[in-house]
């Protein structure tokens, strides 16, 4: 029988994320009976399915408030009430963000008695530290308060076993379902993809410019890799607090005929740029499983990641992509070099491998099935 389920999602908006929450609400349309949304900030979205019932708890925040923190005390008190009022309706509440923020939402779903799924697709704790490396105290209390998230949840979901280690879920076993992955990929990435080794030699990073991404390492590996490979290019594409440091730095080297920082862009032109890469570069340092990596990986576009959350169980050295085993711009540098260099053959044979995975394993077929287990265990 199916179920009605409620997605929550606090900490927006989600604006840059549209396409996961379109997949993730088109996947749960399909197996359950109603589908119950509780989001900050709700993005634009294409063609919602007929039982997706959206609540977007900041759309009367600028009426209500014009602080900031005053219209997030107002949201986190609006989706309480929400909460509250669809609760004889649903069965399920999947957590999907806001981390340990919600600790007292998942409270209330537990007090009305209902299977409580919490996301681990990274770690708030650690995307503290590396945001604010002095303040551990404050880090030390995040972690305490997203291990009670966990902990009061009756099904953790999170994406390989590597992540389950990397985020230190191990405690929680009993309660922990692996997804492989938590999004999947359309077909417009499963399609024929450009030979690789016929591309020009453009590096290039997709992604929040954030510490954590650990963007500076390679805009601080790019002076070294320009002085050693000629006809090199760098385009960077993303948006964050990092934006302007990144830009004052290529300005100062003059590294501006090689590297081209762009916005963010719409999900629909992704598959384009991915196929002008020959590699992407993601040299995060807090990862769950990145949809950006498999989406390179769909269109050919060689990876080059950090041993971080669960890359290490889709990235194979020298197999389907590349791993750095020192997260530093040296190290990344001399790998970059080190691709470059394979023979045309090799780095097609790597692509393949890599596009074959992700297509047999990471499609939206494949996602279906696995949530119908998750809802089945519930």
């Not at 349309?29 to 007929?50: C, N």
């Not at 995307?127 to 604010?132: A, E, G, I, K, L």
């Not at 807090?286 to 041993?307: D, K």
């Not at 090799?346 to 692509?351: A, F, G, P, T």
Request: hydrophobic share 45%.
């Amino acid at each position: 029988m199916s179920k009605n389920v409620c997605m929550v999602m606090y900490g927006g908006p989600f604006d840059i994320v549209s396409h996961r929450i379109q997949q993730r609400l088109k996947i749960l349309a399909t197996i359950s009976s109603s589908v119950y949304v509780i989001i900050e900030g709700m993005p634009k979205l294409g063609d919602i399915p007929p039982n997706v019932i959206i609540y977007d708890i900041s759309a009367n925040t600028k009426k209500i408030a014009r602080s900031l923190f005053f219209k997030k005390i107002y949201s986190y008190i609006y989706s309480i009430f929400m909460l509250v009022r669809l609760s004889k309706n649903i069965d399920i509440v999947i957590f999907v963000t806001g981390f340990p923020k919600i600790l007292f939402l998942i409270l209330q779903a537990k007090l009305f008695q209902k299977k409580i799924i919490s996301f681990a697709g990274g770690t708030s704790y650690k995307v503290f530290s590396v945001r604010h490396p002095n303040s551990k105290v404050v880090a030390k209390l995040v972690y305490i308060l997203e291990s009670l998230c966990f902990f009061f949840s009756d099904l953790i979901l999170a994406e390989t076993e590597s992540s389950v280690r990397f985020l230190n879920l191990h405690k929680y076993k009993s309660k922990v379902f692996t997804m492989r992955s938590l999004m999947y990929l359309d077909d417009n990435f499963l399609r024929r993809y450009k030979k690789t080794s016929m591309r020009k030699n453009i590096i290039g990073y997709l992604g929040r410019l954030e510490p954590e991404k650990g963007i500076m390492v390679l805009v601080k590996a790019i002076p070294n890799l320009v002085k050693k490979v000629q006809d090199i290019e760098f385009v960077i594409y993303g948006s964050g607090s990092q934006r302007y440091q990144l830009i004052k730095y290529i300005k100062e080297l003059n590294l501006t005929r090689q590297v081209k920082i762009k916005g963010w862009v719409p999900h629909e032109k992704v598959p384009v740029i991915f196929e002008q890469f020959k590699i992407l570069v993601h040299p995060s340092l807090s990862e769950g499983l990145p949809l950006t990596v498999l989406e390179a990986m769909s269109r050919g576009t060689i990876v080059l990641v950090t041993p971080v959350g669960g890359l290490p169980d889709i990235v194979k050295e020298g197999e389907t992509g590349f791993v750095l085993t020192e997260i530093s711009p040296e190290d990344l540098a001399n790998k970059i070099i080190e691709v470059l260099n394979l023979p045309p053959e090799e780095i097609n044979r790597i692509s393949k491998n890599a596009y074959v995975m992700v297509k047999e394993k990471h499609s939206l077929h494949k996602g279906i099935m696995r949530w119908k287990k998750v809802l089945q265990r519930m």
